[in-house]
């Protein structure tokens, strides 16, 4: 039986560092570190996360500025928050809810985030400088991803670790980051042949696909490091009632697997204690000052 990695444990760990940190910058710089979060509309789900990040924002210490903007807000209104907010100094840290309403061209959006506000890691700048090993922003579910491979595994020189997925918002910049731990990588995709036997090779998996329950425990090479980044919601049979399943069914893997992110409580919780962390280091290099060694 696979070890359950427990995200929800490691997000909290991470937190309260983050925490510790936030209180040494605001005595350092003399103000808090400050996240601005838009959101445009009313998507529940995006509701739901926006809160949460207030919240979390909040709670290490950090100044949190919401922005709730109509869902009939135009591109040019969007724009010019973006610009005032790259403009304020108490403002590290910018993140804009995605998905935005159509008519509304997230890339043009992201390109006007400034890369060095930019702490979800989607600007073609930080891109490139995670492409080159340049220091920028790194999407923060990946980077929590590794975070977990690390604790999990130790040194990850050699492994061979299969990504199933190749978005720009977890797929490519995992495998980047899996490359330079010196893994060996393969991203797999919805055109790769014969998905399960790739998958077997692997000791480690990410899978970040969007579809329930795709990887069952006959494609999991026994005791292999399971890494499920999906969430869907799906119907439970027999009831009105949903509930939340990875991309990984987990039954079938975890009798296969040596260790497993279970969903919800694996990645998920990671991915804002990932955002404070980039949150407090846009800080502290905004102010000019070192980025604390560990954070
Ligand atoms: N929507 C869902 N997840 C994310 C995220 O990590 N960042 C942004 N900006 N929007 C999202």
């Known amino acids: 039986m696979a070890e359950r990695i427990d995200g929800k444990a490691f997000a909290a760990t991470l937190r309260a560092k983050v925490g510790e940190h936030a209180a040494q910058f605001a005595a350092q710089a003399g103000r808090p570190a400050g996240l601005a979060v838009v959101l445009v509309g009313e998507d529940p ?12 924002t909040v709670e290490a210490g950090m100044a949190s500025f919401e922005h709730r903007l109509p869902a009939d807000t135009d591109e040019a209104t969007l724009l010019a928050l973006v610009a005032q907010l790259n403009a304020d100094p108490a403002v590290d840290g ?12 997230e890339q043009a959006v992201i390109a006007a985030i400034s890369p060095d506000k930019d702490v979800d890691g989607f600007h073609v700048i930080n891109a490139g400088r995670l492409s080159v090993g340049q220091p920028g922003f790194v999407p923060c579910t990946p980077l929590g991803c590794l975070m977990l491979l690390k604790d999990r595994l130790g040194d990850l020189s050699g492994l061979e670790a299969v990504v199933i997925g190749r978005s720009n918002i977890v797929g490519k910049p995992m495998a980047q980051l899996l490359t330079d731990a010196n893994a060996t990588v393969t991203i797999a995709h919805s055109r790769t042949r014969d998905l399960p036997a790739v998958v077997r090779r692997a000791d480690i998996v990410v ?4 579809r329930p329950e795709m990887i069952t425990g006959d494609w999991i090479k026994p005791g292999a490091c399971v890494i499920d980044v999906g969430i869907n919601r799906v119907s439970a ?13 987990f039954d079938s893997a975890e009798k296969v697997a040596g260790s497993i992110t279970p969903v919800p409580g694996g990645v998920g919780p990671m991915t804002i204690a990932v955002l404070l962390r980039n949150a ?6 905004n102010q000019g000052l070192d980025v604390p060694a560990g954070l």
């Open 94 to 105: 910018i993140l804009v809810q995605l998905p935005l309403p159509a008519g509304i061209d």
């Open 280 to 285: 407090l280091v846009a800080a502290y290099r």
């Open 207 to 210: 899978a970040a696909v969007g």
């Open 237 to 249: 049979p027999d009831s009105d009632k949903s509930r939340l399943v990875g991309d990984v069914e």
């Open 45 to 56: 789900a995006s509701q739901v996360y926006v809160r949460s990040k207030h919240k979390a």
